[in-house]
């Protein structure tokens, strides 16, 4: 079945640090790509989104760019700041029979520090 | 335009009772998908409803049931509640069953004790 791998975390990095944040996955399919944030106590927030072979999925300085060669989608910042300080999960949505789930990798913890 | 909304937020309830979560989709979709996220897990999903209608299902066993209305909210019903329930129940809400882009609520966190 699908399947979302991305790196372990926790993340600690200190304010304009660059950050990447490793995912891969397994589909059977040609499933669309996503990357959802998850500040506390809050539900999820779609941040960006990829839905083919080299599409670059961005928002608010955050990129990620769909590979197909090497199944990864890999969550790219130039400069992180404080308010970045999230779990952030990277997720497949693949077509099982007629319904889209979503199926998610574990999360990130990503702490930045003034 | 109003998000997706669930009711409660928090809940405690006892092993073996039986619980229902509601949740309003945002205004114009017509699927629903539930989530369960256990403490420092990804969501996993339960099932989706489109239309009234179950349209898929995870790997739940039947005590978790749902229903759609004709306004296209939405219950997670779970009877005999166990200790491992206790978890994060996220609704999602789509404008179609295919489409790619879902829109979570805040979620409601369940205690089961």
């Known amino acids: 079945g699908d399947s979302v791998t991305q790196m372990e975390g926790p993340v600690t990095l200190s304010e304009e640090a660059f950050l990447t944040i490793n995912c891969t996955y397994t589909?059977?399919?040609?499933?669309?790509l996503f990357w959802y944030v998850q500040y506390p106590g809050e539900g999820l927030q779609l941040l960006l989104k990829?839905?083919?072979?080299?599409d670059k999925g961005s928002n608010k300085g955050f990129e990620a760019t769909y590979r197909k060669e090497t199944t990864s989608f890999h969550l790219e910042k130039g400069s992180v700041q404080v308010s970045d300080s999230a779990v952030y999960f990277c997720?497949?949505?693949?077509?099982?029979?007629?319904?889209?789930?979503?199926?998610f990798g574990s999360g990130t913890q990503l702490t930045v520090l003034p | 335009e109003t998000g997706v909304t669930q009711s409660p937020t928090h809940l405690i309830k006892t092993r073996g009772q039986q619980v229902t979560l509601r949740c309003s989709s945002q205004?114009?979709?017509?699927?629903v998908s539930w989530y369960q996220q256990a403490l420092g897990q990804g969501p996993q999903f339960i099932f989706q409803?489109?239309?009234?209608?179950?349209?898929g299902r995870g790997n739940f066993p039947p005590r978790f049931s749902g229903l759609q209305f004709p306004n296209y909210s939405s219950e997670l019903n779970v009877n005999a509640l166990e200790l491992d329930d206790s978890a994060l129940y996220l609704c999602?809400?789509?404008?179609?069953?295919?489409?790619?882009?879902?829109?979570f609520g805040q979620g409601t966190r369940l205690t089961v004790v």
């Open positions: 999602a809400s789509s404008w179609d069953r295919g489409n790619t882009e879902a829109f």
């Open positions: 990829a839905t083919k072979a080299d």
């Open positions: 205004s114009g979709h017509n699927t």
């Open positions: 997720a497949l949505s693949d077509l099982g029979g007629s319904a889209r789930q979503l199926t």
């Open positions: 409803y489109y239309r009234e209608e179950e349209n």
């Open positions: 589909a059977t399919g040609y499933p669309s």
